[in-house]
Nanobody, 121 residues
Framework: EVQLVESGGGLVQPGGSLRLSCSAS????????ITWVRQAPGKWLEWVST????????VYAESMKGRFRISRDNTKNTVYLQMNSLKPEDTAVYYC??????????????WGKGTLVTVSS
């Protein structure tokens, strides 16, 4: 059974940082890219970042460039999202998802249940 479990969310002040983790099981982890997506209440599901199967290629949404960094440790079947300089508009549930292929070209097929990030003073 494919499983993706997010952790690391919580309450932070504007300008603060959080590191999210996505622990994966049930598939050959280093054959697939991983994508982070988020959704704030009343807003569209928003793509955040994708990392290729071997970690050599990363891509970010424009509003996250320079603030967020995605990485992976294939020995631990884990992907991370380091979030810095957080803004109130970053408040959302953050999900990680398994890419169908080695990168995001064909979309995603499995999702975690999400972890809540709240940015507020």
């Amino acid at each position: 059974e494919v499983q993706l479990v997010e952790s690391g969310g919580g309450l932070v002040q504007p300008g603060g940082s959080l590191r999210l983790s996505c622990s994966a099981s049930g598939f050959i982890f280093d054959d697939h890219g991983i994508t982070w997506v988020r959704q704030a209440p009343g807003k569209w599901l928003e793509w955040v970042s994708t990392i290729s199967y071997n970690g050599h290629t990363t891509v970010y949404a424009e509003s996250m460039k320079g603030r967020f960094r995605i990485s992976r440790d294939n020995t631990k079947n884990t992907v991370y999202l380091q979030m810095n300089s957080l803004k109130p508009e970053d408040t959302a549930v953050y999900y990680c998802a398994k890419d169908i292929e080695a990168f995001h070209y064909s979309g995603m097929d499995y999702w975690g249940k999400g972890t809540l990030v709240t940015v507020s003073s």
